[in-house]
């Protein structure tokens, strides 16, 4: 309020007194406020319009929310689009729009394009890092321990089988040199533990045994896909692998979700000692968000993923007995920032490399059917490494590791920055990205046709 | 994920691969949400231990939130300065915090403070839109009409007595020249509905008659003061009114108020009819927040506050049965976002302006204590103008309209940006918001000690 009085005040006063142009630089700020709230109406419609659709066709919301993105997007209408998604202040319709409308003049759409760019986007990132928090909350520390091994092993296979087989085809059959192909196999190795973990909660088999071992491999997948990252980095520049980054990434990644566990085992009763002190409003939410934050920025320091942070702060704290309160008020907060995410992602997502009739896609995309014929069939065998467990769906585990989503797309937006991919294969990782992340809800709608006997339990205890 | 997941990678590969050096403008994108992460850490632990010390000495705990803000903010630790508060990132604790740990480069660190300040700056402004949503939830419409006249009298007083006092007063006893006195004299009419909703709610009174008059006068005081400010701006211009402005003015908000109210009723039976059919999560909140982000920003296209449209959205839905489903879920989201904009704004007020050791102040402070009386005893009196009301608490309803909070500080922004003010009285006008900010709530809980009877009522409707 401070900030829009002062500015919308000085937009008045900029029609009158000249001499207080000099404070041009916050002369947009209600203007930016109104963007955002916009931003943030046009991305409540998308989602909740593509989400009630997929409902009532019987499949996962979540779907609805990325397509809807795609609808408002870079892809079709432009009205929410974003500088690292190929868009910029004059083909933003939300730009012209506020022109329109709310008096944005034409040379401060440029910086409120930015800033409100930053703004939506932090606003995605805390929705996933709420997301994460929120799975972490409704996962169980001894369930997800119970099943580690079998998590441990479909992951490493969910990362070796399409890297492995993704390379050698690109190489063997594609031609392509060996630095390009190293990169296209590493882009194939991701899991996107968000649109995973979101299709299992709408599925109500976050809790059920299948469901526990995909997000214990997802979440393992993830400091994986770190690792393999570094691994083409290096090889990228040196010919050779740096193991001491390697090995620095494994010991932080380790010592962090062991330490977080078990410092959090000591804080706990602190934690609900301290809760129940507090007299003001939050004293429940406050605390646990705090907690939240700085395990997500000591996950950031060591170069770890925020949302690992979270989902591990989660998991520390659905072991107090406060759990059940704090996922009970964590889920408005959660209702209205994880749509951001979604759509945001695939706003970002130009879909115009699928069109076959522009030619220079074709060569792309029949590479790409290879890369998504591998990425699925690299996840999917990975349920069939699962020992020791009768009764078991696993298909639906392998199901469940393939969608790539946005750390897959991250492959592709470092290749084309740094000219390592040729085009056509670099186009083709995004189409592998596109589909298997737009393929992966259905599909495990489908294989989890039948209701597990454990996610009933879920159901009844949220 | 997906930035974060781009730059940390992009900053490996800055290590190792100078090709990508294109891509610095989100280099340090990972860095900026754990900034963003951290300073929530930081907002958090100001507010609550601050509200938590008042609750205990019986003062209102918004009060103790304003001085969390103090504390971590430009006039003592630095934790948490804004561009427009007059911090920069090499004063900012923060900004050095994540260079030291989370490899923030010095280059990256002005524009990471940049992007930083603009996000959480949006957050507090939609944690005041998101305040006032509520309060507009817990408002009765048929009550607050019932004391519209009220309200409009204490409203009108509220802005007159103290505007001609303090103008007079400068001429006549400090030989101000008139349009700095002007100047000065509207800075006095402003009252921060924002801080004096929150105490009131913290004092379980906004549902009182008290409450609902104070409320009402506050919101018309908002539309008054946007009114005064035009005035002084044709003012200082062209010394003379510009009619049609402040008919535009009128008009718009008039028609704004009662254009939403009568949508509204319309409205309402639809929304009900909506939010019943849809399937996906949200369906209540994602409805409402739409229809309050869009009243929001119309209010701001016609040029009047945010927050007023936020507060209208509020009133509306207030009459619908799923109000109180609303309010519940309104709660936790409140929770964590209102609380940063009450940090935000004490945490870029500068109160050196306050130390009388500084013999440049002290001719500013001799005025600020004019200005202070004057601010007052022109609000105190209003509450003698509500006729027709036997048993009314009406030094309460003075009290209630003292806040200038974060209204009058544009004005001391403006003042300064301008130089139609002369520098002491522009620290006076400093001088005089923070004072009758912080006085406020303790007096008002003061004033409200027996608590009221219509209050006890309020309290089990919650």
Excluded at 283 to 303: C, D, G, H, M, N
Excluded at 322 to 332: F, T
Aim: with cysteine.
């Amino acid at each position: 309020m401070l900030i829009s009085t002062i500015t919308r005040v000085i937009r008045f006063d900029l029609w009158h007194i000249p001499m207080l142009a000099t404070t041009t630089e916050s002369e947009n700020a209600p203007v930016i406020l109104a963007g955002v709230m916009m931003s943030l109406v046009v991305i409540y419609l998308a989602s909740t319009i593509g989400a009630e659709i997929c409902a009532r066709i019987n499949l996962p919301p979540v779907l609805g929310q990325l397509l809807g993105g795609l609808v408002v997007g870079i892809s079709a209408f432009h009205l929410l689009v974003f500088p690292d998604g190929g868009g910029d202040s004059s083909n933003s319709l939300m730009m012209n729009f506020l022109q329109t409308t709310a008096g944005l003049s034409t040379d401060g759409a440029a910086s409120a394009f930015q800033i409100e760019s930053e703004v939506i986007s932090t606003l995605a990132e805390i929705g996933v890092v709420i997301l994460l928090f929120e799975i972490g909350l409704e996962s169980n520390l001894k369930e997800l321990l119970e099943v580690g091994t079998q998590s441990a092993i479909v992951a490493v296979v969910g990362v070796a089988a399409p890297f492995i087989g993704g390379t050698l085809g690109l190489i063997l059959l594609f031609h392509v040199a060996t630095i390009p192909a190293i990169f296209a196999g590493a882009a194939l190795t991701a899991t996107s533990i968000g649109i995973t973990a979101k299709v299992l909660a709408e599925l109500q088999h976050l809790n059920s045994k299948e469901g526990q071992i995909i997000i214990g491999a997802a979440v393992l997948d993830d400091i994986l896909g770190i690792i393999v990252l570094a691994v083409v980095a290096g090889l990228a520049k040196t010919g050779e692998v740096e193991l001491t980054n390697i090995l620095y990434l494994i010991v932080s990644a380790v010592a962090f979700l062991v330490g977080s566990i078990l410092i959090g085992r000591w804080f706990n009763p602190y934690f609900v000692k301290i809760v129940t002190e507090l007299k003001t409003r939050g004293q429940l939410l406050i605390p646990a968000l705090i907690f939240a934050f700085i395990l997500s920025y000591i996950a950031t320091v060591i170069k770890l993923e925020a949302i690992l942070g979270a989902f591990t702060a989660g998991i520390v704290l659905a072991e107090t007995h406060k759990c059940r309160e704090l996922k009970n008020q964590i889920v408005p907060i959660a209702d209205i920032l994880v749509p951001i995410f979604f759509v945001v992602v695939s706003a970002k997502t130009n879909i115009s490399v699928l069109n076959p009739m522009i030619p220079e896609n074709r060569e792309g995309l029949i590479m790409a059917s290879f890369l998504i014929l591998v990425a699925i069939l690299g996840k999917v065998i990975t349920g069939f490494t699962v020992f020791g467990q009768a009764d078991i769906n696993r298909l639906a585990i392998g199901v469940g590791m393939i969608p790539r989503g946005e750390v897959g797309l991250v492959f592709a937006g470092i290749g084309s920055a740094s000219g390592i991919l040729p085009s056509s294969l670099d186009a083709a990782i995004i189409v592998m990205v596109i589909l298997t992340t737009f393929v992966a809800p259905p599909l495990l709608s489908l294989v989890f046709r039948e209701p597990a006997t454990v996610s009933v339990q879920a159901k009844e205890s949220r």
